[in-house]
């Protein structure tokens, strides 16, 4: 497997939304006899806002507007004006009357989200798309205003975020709210069909899983603008940031780690690992490489591959070895296609998908908002929320050198941004500094403490 051959088959994504975005499926065909509160019937319109603007937020709300059945985005929140305006040229470009945010409905402050939402609920769609560190403070507002949710991930960065992602996910059940996560390779059909066959057995017991997510430089560090404070310096390179991404290995190999674990029916009870800044230079605290293994309640292992460097092997998706034969297969891995024996080599594909094409981000927002208009269950708040988990585990391991239990994961009260609530301007100060010389804060493992 070569990164050439593997990225030439990417899907596309919301970062490609200005060069793609035409590009759609209808939603499925809809009830038109529905009608409560908390969802829709075909013949109403949704209401839908955007909470964060950037690349992904653009790209979720094309897709929600993209949907069967008419929906508008009338609210938009940000914190800087530039990704504010991008997005609203692009969108009203794209959809027209689709999307009526005037001014007086562009909110640019911390507090905007809760303008923005306000607007919408009860009954709308909150498409919250910011850094994941502010995902569980947005989830819960959104969920308390009796707002349906598409989230983006992650989820969380830490374990107390990703309890109260769980918490808030359960009193959507309780009101009948619907949640969709920005898992979507969950929705990609010939990934759908790929882990079906494993699940019933083409390969025998599942005993291994990789994921790999291997490629060039990432998380690329603008220089500090002049008269911008620390904090939206921070944000504007949220990838660079702990506390904002939760690490290269949770925001970047999140969808491989998720896939794994689908493919393995289970999530993992422990995890040990490594990682660090071995070639990376920005004053940031971004890890340039990671290796984790997770262990299954079976024994079996889960091992995770991250790593951002320059003229090094790269692979970007998910191998699964069973008893009998392997699959090559994940985000990044376009055609999956599984193997008998452990060779993935032409002669020796035993099964390859042969349906029509499949836009995993399109189908996840038709399937939430086929939800709401014929008021279906739906909601894969934990399912996320465990996947982004995982992702943590991973890092909590590497990053302190010594091996961690999911239930002591899931137990930790270290927050990576303590008051991030509290945070009220981009004045404010930010929840990590650069010491004397210039430096941020980087993990040391063996020394790192992560309970």
Known sequence: MTMASNMGNRGGSRRDFLKTSGAALAGAALASTISARAYAAEQNTIKVALIGCGGRGTGAAANALSTAGPTQLVAMADVFSNRMESSYKALSGQFGKKVDVPPDRQFLSFDGFKKAIDLIAPGGVALLCTPPAFRPIHLEYAVAKGCHVFMEKSFAVDAPGIRRVLKAGQVATQKNLKVAGGLMSRHYKPLEEAVEQLHKGLIGERITCWAYRVHGPVGFHDFRKSGESELAHQIRNYSCYTWLNGSFLLDWLIHNLDVCCWCKDAWPVSAQGQGGRQVRTDADQLFDHYAVEYSFADGTRLFAQGRHQANTWGFFGDVIHGATGCAVLGEGVQ???????????????????????????????????????????????????????????????????QEITWDAAMASNLELAPGLDQIASLDAPAPVRADASGQYPVAKPGFTKVL
């Open 335 to 401: 055609n999956p296609k599984i193997y008998k024996g452990h060779r993935p080599s032409p002669e020796n594909v035993i099964w390859e998908y042969k349906g029509p094409p499949c836009n995993q981000y399109q189908v996840e927002h038709d399937l939430l908002f086929d939800a709401i208009r014929n008021d279906k269950p739906y909601n894969e708040t934990e399912r996320c929320a465990k996947a982004a988990m995982v992702g943590i585990l991973g890092r909590m391991a590497a990053e302190s050198g």
